[in-house]
């Protein structure tokens, strides 16, 4: 069987198996938005990202600025669904002879900001020749806060939650796409479009400038975590799994934006879609026994079972879709 036969969450359980935590001092192993460390009575928090041209970005689409930037923000957001705070970075790069320097010092300056906007300091990495594809990861390690937020202390019947609306990054991807290059919203670039730059920009800024969400002081309240970054479905299907409980949602309450439905009825698309199994909006979703009127309560979770209520009332199984590395669409 090939990676793309089995898929990524078959590759990830394969890999969970074959190397479980072998000491008293791993928290959280593999499986998790980041692992957890027990250092001498302090818990430090690590993840890394990778990011691969042609994979996770197109170079026709995107700015070496945009790259960089994100390849912040997407890790932070993983320490973040811990309930952790950032720290410190290692940055590695794979880069072919043919690299443009102007390439690299945009990038750079993607990173930098990246850093300073979350507080974080680099202090090492690596630095490689490539006869493929650009590609750039960097590893996080952070601190625990209170305490630890895993994806598995969900229990039935707690309210489920996002920060903010999703849908907006996978919208504003495909509206990249038709208009076929890249746009410099770190220059302060507009763009004169249908349906307005008003419903266009923030839809764009959510896929190329995301800004990760930290929940540290509500940790208290949340019982588990994961980041949208995959899709809703997907995502919510890994907490489901992890804490062994179901899920009921209602379509109604999955915060909508203006700018999402005009830009999706400009472009033809329903945006269910897009809430739904797009990915790279940074969200967190997360459960609580509590009510938290701050964010938006989309659901419950049961004893068993992913289901969704529709808006026309009739109730359907979750499908767990959203975006899988080594899967062929």
């Known amino acids: 069987m090939k990676l793309g036969d089995a898929g990524e969450l078959n590759v990830l359980e394969r890999l969970r198996k074959?190397?479980?935590p072998a000491s008293g001092d791993v928290i959280v192993g593999i499986g998790d938005d980041a692992a957890a460390l027990d250092i001498d009575g302090h818990t430090?928090?690590?993840s890394t990202d990778v990011m691969t041209e042609g994979v996770h970005f197109d170079p026709v689409l995107f700015t070496p600025y945009q790259v960089g930037y994100k390849l912040v923000s997407s890790n932070v957001s993983d320490i973040f669904a811990m309930g952790g705070r950032p720290k410190w970075s290692l940055l590695c790069l794979t880069l072919p002879p043919e690299t443009e320097e102007a390439f690299f010092e945009d990038f750079?300056?993607?990173v930098s900001d990246g850093l300073t906007r979350y507080g974080l300091e680099l202090v090492g990495g690596d630095v490689t020749g490539s006869t493929g594809a650009l590609t750039v990861s960097l590893a996080v390690a952070g601190v625990a806060g209170g305490k630890i937020i895993r994806r598995s202390g969900a229990s039935a019947g707690e309210r489920v939650y996002l920060s903010g609306p999703v849908g907006e990054a996978?919208?504003?991807l495909e509206f990249l796409r038709r208009l076929g290059r890249s746009v410099s919203l770190e220059k302060g670039e507009e763009l004169r479009v249908s349906p307005g730059w008003g419903s266009v920009e923030p839809l764009l800024r959510r896929l190329l400038l995301p800004e990760a969400c930290d929940l540290s002081e509500y940790?208290?309240?949340i019982t588990a975590m994961i980041d949208v970054s995959d899709g809703l479905f997907?995502?919510?299907t890994r907490l489901c799994r992890e804490s062994s409980v179901g899920v009921r949602l209602y379509e109604e309450r999955i915060p909508l934006t203006r700018e999402l439905e005009e830009v999706s009825a400009f472009l033809g698309v329903s945006p269910y879609g897009f809430m739904t199994s797009g990915g790279e909006d940074y969200r967190q979703l997360f459960t609580s026994t509590e009510m938290l009127p701050m964010f938006a309560e989309i659901g419950e979770?049961?004893?068993?079972?992913?289901?969704i209520v529709r808006s026309d009332g009739y109730e359907e199984e979750i499908r767990p879709e959203g975006y899988q590395h080594f899967v062929h669409k």
Request: hydrophobic letters at 35%.
């Open 18 to 20: 074959r190397f479980p």
């Open 44 to 46: 430090l928090l690590l």
């Open 108 to 110: 750079l300056d993607g």
């Open 170 to 172: 996978s919208c504003g």
């Open 219 to 221: 940790s208290e309240h």
């Open 234 to 236: 997907l995502d919510l």
């Open 301 to 307: 979770t049961t004893e068993a079972g992913l289901r």
